[in-house]
């Protein structure tokens, strides 16, 4: 059995060493490229979102490189991606590859199913190896997360901040050929050591921005134009609502109670969405909030084009912004891979932001005359 | 010898340039078309500035639009600014007071928010071209209307036919239809003028508080259809200033001027660019499955500027190297 799953941002790290140290044959897809966008919307329905063509993508990619079984969380919530792993299957079949899918659905689907799923996917022989392996995944989970928003902020608060992108892109490229998760936990040592040994200039005070939206949006870089790197560079820091860590902590860690965080957002976003929307509507109006009361400068909003629980919430994001006095900007992304206007669009933000601040400032100072 | 100061609007479908002296006066403007082909139109521009203005002295260059970074690039220039900032600014030196701008240019659409002289919010049209001047274009190329009288025949129906105007290529087919049927051709477009309005309002100016005054600015502000059908739909004047077609461009000048000004130098080529030859290479670059299309600009003989590649290698290969951010 050699396993592959979709990328969703870094979690392919953790993914890879977690199933490693059970003993499992990985084969996680070719980062996200050219290549994987145009196999992706050559077999996906046209009208389909993009994480789907993405999906598909990796998969065959990864099948080329010679993986057998897929594995994928499920959803029911009202969103395309409960449907994803069917349609998924079905559009590998009609291609001919013959490949078994894997998926966890979540647990109130039956219990039963899931636990068969997840001795079947990971191969588990004891329950002490599982948790095992568990906990290190988990804190892989955790360190790649705080890798990349370290990179984030040193980017905002770096004299070159280009130096981090190489010690990320030469992070990304080791991480392919380390094996195990003891050594791919070291080799995040040394990459946060190299990232804190990048100098900064303490005196800057960046604009802070917020990006909610979509999860695969928000969380995979080759879909949303690497918007962390190009606001980083913009000296913009730069928080992500949702997280591979904070979703974990909200769905595992603290199930069936959720995490502090997101129960959080429910409740603030309750005044303007009182219910469940799908995907992360709901969360994405909270997290607006969230950010606004943290003190942000301002917020971006992702979503794929034609993604049914953002677009309830970006109708609703304006009041927000009125609400709260927070500038919220929306970003639809699809196959296009021209750069300008998004480019455009988000230096006009951080211009604003920038104005914006600059006014407050020089109120408060007239104000104090 | 007197300072003058230059903005450059290099766009999808115009490349604009003005050139302001120090009262902030407009000298000489020039709208080119870009066809695509951006470093030999700002060659001609630059050619047609010493042929017309001789060889000025020009102490400030700021470049905007799409092709801004390639411009700033080539010609050295203080500031490399968005056109949003830019139309805001030169928006505010046209009427300090203003509240909206509506800009509509030849593939991109916008709305600028503006109170108390600051930009508060903007949205621009996302993935979708309807109702910017590419289309009206090609509208009026079909019918066989000059483009420049486009907004004058518009001006002579009284009774609009209904386009459906969400989708360009819809509303083109109905627009078709409605020829089939008979009606005449002033009616048509002045449907049509009135069908961008609604889909620029819906889409780009959905949830905006569109207060007066408002400046209409963008090369489709020349069509006095348009301004009709927004005057009519927002029930109150809309302004149009003098230069509208070039505000982008004016709008960096001033800038560049501001920065001049501050660091008491300007990082401007000179004129004489327009003698060196430039040649573009696209590199595909087979180092990973990216396959990243690197884009080298050569001065003569030397590399100006790489860019385009993701992970920064080709960036970073050449010392003083640009931000390209």
């Given at each position: 059995m050699k396993i592959t799953f979709p990328h969703l941002g870094n979690v392919y790290i953790a993914g890879k060493a977690f199933l490693e140290e059970l003993g499992q044959e990985v084969i996680p897809p070719p980062r996200c490229s050219k290549r994987t966008l145009e196999l992706g919307t050559k077999y996906s329905p046209e009208t389909m979102c993009l994480p789907f063509k993405i999906n598909i993508g990796n998969y065959i990619e990864s099948i080329e490189k010679g993986a057998d079984t897929i594995l994928i969380t499920g959803s029911c919530g009202p969103c395309r991606f409960g449907y994803y792993s069917v349609l998924e299957q079905s559009i590998l079949d009609d291609?001919?590859?013959?490949?078994?899918?894997?998926?966890?659905?979540?647990?109130?689907?039956?219990?039963?199913?899931?636990?068969?799923?997840?001795?079947?996917?990971?191969?588990?022989?004891?329950?002490?190896?599982?948790?095992?392996?568990?906990?290190?995944?988990?804190?892989?989970?955790?360190?790649?997360?705080?890798?990349?928003?370290?990179?984030?902020?040193?980017?905002?608060?770096?004299?070159?901040?280009?130096?981090?992108?190489?010690?990320?892109?030469?992070?990304?490229?080791?991480?392919?050929?380390?094996?195990?998760?003891?050594?791919?936990?070291?080799?995040?040592?040394?990459?946060?050591?190299?990232?804190?040994?990048?100098?900064?200039?303490?005196?800057?005070?960046?604009?802070?921005?917020?990006?909610?939206?979509?999860?695969?949006?928000?969380?995979?870089?080759?879909?949303?134009?690497?918007?962390?790197?190009?606001?980083?560079?913009?000296?913009?820091?730069?928080?992500?609502?949702?997280?591979?860590?904070?979703?974990?902590?909200?769905?595992?860690?603290?199930?069936?109670?959720?995490?502090?965080?997101?129960?959080?957002?429910y409740k603030l976003a309750k005044p303007y969405i009182p219910t469940l929307v799908g995907g992360h509507g709901r969360e994405t109006v909270g997290s607006a909030i969230y950010y606004a009361k943290k003190g942000f400068d301002g917020v971006i909003q992702l979503l794929p084009l034609n993604c049914m629980p953002e677009i309830v919430a970006k109708s609703i994001l304006p009041t927000v912004q009125n609400d709260y006095n927070i500038p919220i900007m929306t970003l639809i992304v699809d196959e296009m891979t021209g750069e300008a206007g998004y480019m455009t669009r988000l230096e006009a933000f951080v211009d604003l932001l920038e104005r914006k601040r600059e006014e407050k400032q020089n109120g408060r100072f007239l104000h104090g005359c | 010898m007197a300072d003058f100061y230059m903005g450059v609007d290099v766009g999808s479908v115009s490349t604009n340039i003005v050139i302001l002296d120090e009262e902030d006066n407009i000298v000489w403007k020039k709208y080119l078309r870009t066809?695509?082909?951006?470093?030999?139109?700002?060659?001609?521009?630059?050619?047609?500035?010493?042929?017309?203005?001789?060889?000025?002295?020009?102490?400030?260059?700021?470049?905007?639009?799409?092709?801004?970074?390639?411009?700033?690039?080539?010609?050295?220039?203080?500031?490399?600014?968005?056109?949003?900032?830019?139309?805001?600014?030169?928006?505010?030196?046209?009427?300090?007071?203003?509240?909206?701008?509506?800009?509509?240019?030849?593939?991109?659409?916008?709305?600028?928010?503006?109170?108390?002289?600051?930009?508060?919010?903007?949205?621009?049209?996302?993935?979708?071209?309807?109702?910017?001047?590419?289309?009206?274009?090609?509208?009026?190329?079909?019918?066989?209307?000059?483009?420049?009288?486009?907004?004058?025949?518009?001006?002579?129906?009284?009774?609009?036919?209904?386009?459906?105007?969400?989708?360009?290529?819809?509303?083109?087919?109905?627009?078709?239809?409605?020829?089939?049927?008979?009606?005449?051709?002033?009616?048509?477009?002045?449907?049509?003028?009135?069908?961008?309005?609604?889909?620029?309002?819906?889409?780009?100016?959905?949830?905006?508080?569109?207060?007066?005054?408002?400046?209409?600015?963008?090369?489709?502000?020349?069509?006095?259809?348009?301004?009709?059908?927004f005057e009519e739909t927002l029930k109150q004047e809309v302004f149009i200033p003098e230069n509208f077609d070039v505000m982008g461009a004016v709008g960096v000048s001033l800038l560049a001027k501001a920065e001049a000004k501050r660091k008491k130098s300007t990082s401007f080529k000179g004129l004489n660019i327009s003698d060196i030859n430039y040649k573009v290479k696209g590199i595909e670059c087979n180092d990973c499955a990216n396959l990243c299309e690197i884009i080298e600009i050569q001065e003569d003989q030397n590399i100006l500027a790489r860019y385009g590649d993701k992970c920064g290698k080709w960036t970073n290969a050449i010392k003083d190297k640009t931000k390209l951010a």
């Open positions: 291609l001919g590859y013959e490949v078994e899918f894997i998926v966890f659905d979540p647990i109130y689907e039956g219990v039963r199913e899931l636990k068969n799923n997840i001795s079947r996917a990971l191969n588990v022989k004891s329950y002490r190896k599982l948790i095992k392996a568990g906990d290190l995944g988990w804190k892989l989970i955790k360190k790649s997360d705080y890798l990349t928003q370290l990179a984030n902020e040193k980017r905002a608060y770096a004299f070159n901040s280009y130096l981090v992108d190489e010690i990320m892109e030469d992070y990304y490229k080791k991480v392919e050929i380390t094996v195990g998760g003891e050594p791919m936990l070291k080799l995040m040592d040394q990459v946060e050591d190299s990232l804190k040994a990048v100098k900064i200039d303490k005196n800057k005070n960046p604009i802070k921005v917020g990006i909610i939206g979509e999860i695969y949006t928000i969380i995979e870089p080759s879909v949303n134009l690497e918007i962390e790197r190009k606001l980083g560079h913009m000296g913009v820091l730069v928080e992500k609502s949702l997280t591979p860590t904070k979703w974990v902590e909200h769905h595992v860690s603290n199930f069936p109670f959720g995490s502090k965080e997101e129960n959080e957002k | 066809q695509g082909k951006p470093i030999d139109i700002l060659k001609e521009g630059l050619h047609d500035i010493r042929k017309e203005l001789g060889d000025i002295n020009i102490s400030g260059v700021g470049t905007t639009g799409s092709g801004r970074q390639l411009a700033g690039l080539i010609l050295g220039s203080d500031v490399v600014k968005n056109e949003i900032t830019c139309h805001a600014v030169s928006a505010l030196d046209f009427m300090p007071n203003i509240k909206t701008i509506i800009e509509i240019g030849g593939q991109d659409s916008k709305i600028i928010i503006i109170r108390d002289g600051i930009v508060v919010d903007f949205a621009m049209n996302t993935v979708c071209a309807a109702g910017t001047g590419s289309f009206l274009d090609r509208q009026a190329f079909r019918l066989g209307v000059p483009i420049e009288q486009f907004g004058k025949t518009a001006l002579r129906s009284d009774n609009p036919v209904r386009i459906a105007g969400r989708c360009a290529v819809f509303a083109e087919s109905d627009m078709i239809h409605k020829q089939q049927l008979g009606h005449n051709q002033e009616d048509i477009i002045w449907g049509l003028c009135q069908a961008l309005v609604r889909n620029y309002l819906n889409n780009v100016g959905k949830g905006k508080e569109i207060l007066g005054p408002i400046a209409f600015q963008g090369g489709v502000a020349a069509n006095e259809g348009i301004k009709r059908a």
